[in-house]
């Protein structure tokens, strides 16, 4: 058994509505992105989806030089996902330049609710053609999921690394462009993939690997459902 994904995935800017799908064992991560131009870096204080607060995946991707380009995930386990509608939210301790921020939500099945994090990274560039991401541990039956942001706009020109879904946000309203990848893991290992680009420009990508259920466990609860 490996980590699915439950329906379909959906671009969730901050501020906007998300509703988790069914299923057993969920995990409901969320990865976004920005851009801001300022003296200070921005810092990402927390996110909530509705009145659930989020749990933050390793920490956040901020790129230097006073463009910067961020990309962070965070994610709620089976038992916190709220029923309905909720809004995805993320606060920052300055407000970037674009609002909504973009970001990216899905439904994750299977995945093991005590320690859902295999690994995961962060890297970041100044005035560079693309990223490669730090090796990660991954796990049989697990899943990647990675953002990446730049600083330039064109979506478009983020390449798409072998086994990899691709969903690309679109272009920001002041500048830069962002997109996000996954994949589910076949067997134990590393993953580093490379995202390039055309022209040079501050980045940063974060890259996040979970951890399937034990089979064990499926067992259990199949066995108090009567299944089996």
Not at 61 to 84: C, H, N, R
Not at 91 to 111: C, E, H, K, R, W
Not at 118 to 129: F, N, R
Request: include cysteine; aromatic fraction near 8%.
């Amino acid at each position: 058994m490996a980590i699915a994904v439950a329906g379909t995935p959906a671009v969730v800017d901050s501020g906007g509505n998300y509703t988790a799908e069914s299923g057993s064992n969920r995990l409901l991560p969320w990865a976004f992105s920005g851009m801001k131009s300022t003296a200070t870096a921005p810092a990402i204080l927390g996110c909530t989806h509705g009145i659930a607060v989020m749990t933050q995946a390793g920490s956040s991707a901020v790129s230097a030089d006073q463009s910067y380009a961020f990309a962070d995930e965070w994610y709620l386990k089976d038992a916190d996902i709220p029923v309905g509608a909720n809004a995805l939210t993320a606060t920052f301790s300055v407000a970037p330049n674009d609002t909504p921020i973009q970001g990216y939500a899905m439904t994750l099945t299977d995945v093991d609710q005590s320690n859902p994090v295999v690994d995961s990274d962060i890297v970041i560039g100044t005035g560079v053609t693309g990223l490669t991401s730090p090796s990660v541990d991954v796990e049989a039956g697990g899943f990647v999921f990675f953002i990446v942001v730049k600083s330039v706009d064109n979506d478009t020109q983020f390449n798409t690394p072998s086994g990899y879904t691709k969903a690309g946000l679109g272009n920001f309203g002041f500048s830069g462009s962002a997109a996000v990848y996954y994949k589910t893991i076949p067997s134990a290992g590393t993953e580093a993939p490379a995202i390039t680009w055309t022209g040079s420009a501050n980045g940063a990508l974060k890259i996040v690997s979970f951890r399937r259920v034990a089979a064990a466990a499926v067992a259990r609860k199949l066995l108090l459902l009567g299944v089996g």
